[in-house]
């Protein structure tokens, strides 16, 4: 049973426009939540994260939002430029274990120019 | 500066042959990660190396996956009597503190 689900495969957005990328987790459990971005033969990268006790958390054009009550977490991107054209990850974790990231499958995300 | 790197970059194996991965994380880190990705599918976890501590080693799929840490740095994967479904991106993964894991480029395993 998939503990991180990223239910749109895939997103196209103009240039200039908001970008909005969607994670559902099904543990309340979890206290940490980052996104990853993964261009084509990279490993990913991490690009921002936010704590359980946080609901925002905004760097430069990226802000993470987290509904806790709906076990929710959206990444927006504004503007969208064509260099974020990319796969995102969402992944979740607990600070009481290992530390392991759990992922969900990824949305790619194309940005017209 | 010297990210995580991995070798070798591409690995193509016969069905039933052994097969070593290795990762080289960034110095001074302590957590070292190994996962997988198969096609179309999210990254999975497979183990966890911190310092000198037991390692995590519940994502590990079947007795045929095995990893060791030498002296704290560098690590090797090893799968045994491979099978087409280990066909797979092998990502490598360090971390400073819990909160970010820096990844290797990946090794790509094609299981024929």
């Known amino acids: 049973d998939q503990q991180v689900k990223q239910n749109s495969p895939s997103l196209s957005v103009q240039e200039g426009r908001i970008s909005i990328l969607n994670c559902d987790y099904t543990?309340?459990?979890?206290?940490?939540f980052l996104w990853y971005k993964k261009y084509p033969a990279e490993g990913p990268t991490f690009l921002i994260s936010?704590?359980?006790?946080?609901d925002k958390n905004e760097d430069g054009r990226f802000t993470v939002f987290l509904n806790k009550s709906a076990k929710h977490l959206s990444l927006h991107i504004v503007p969208s430029q064509p260099g974020d054209s990319a796969v995102y990850f969402c992944?979740?974790?607990?600070?009481?274990?290992?530390?392991?990231?759990?992922f969900g499958s990824g949305t790619r995300l194309l940005v017209r120019p | 500066g010297a990210g995580v790197s991995q070798s070798p970059s591409n690995k193509v194996t016969e069905k039933g042959k052994d097969v070593e991965l290795r990762c080289d994380p960034i110095?001074?880190?302590?957590?070292l990660y190994w996962y997988r990705q198969s096609l179309g599918q999210g990254l999975e976890f497979l183990i966890y190396?911190?310092?000198?501590?037991?390692?995590?080693k519940s994502g590990l799929p079947s007795d045929r996956f095995s990893a060791e840490r030498t002296g704290g740095s560098v690590s090797t994967l090893t799968i045994q009597r491979t099978q087409q479904e280990d066909s797979a991106v092998y990502l490598c993964?360090?971390?400073?503190?819990?909160?970010?894991?820096?990844f290797g480029p990946g090794t790509r395993l094609t299981v024929t």
């Open positions: 110095s001074g880190h302590t957590a």
């Open positions: 543990n309340s459990m979890f206290d940490y």
């Open positions: 993964a360090s971390s400073l503190n819990a909160y970010e894991q820096y």
């Open positions: 992944a979740i974790t607990d600070l009481n274990g290992s530390y392991k990231l759990i």
């Open positions: 936010i704590s359980s006790i946080k």
């Open positions: 190396f911190q310092g000198n501590s037991a390692p995590d």
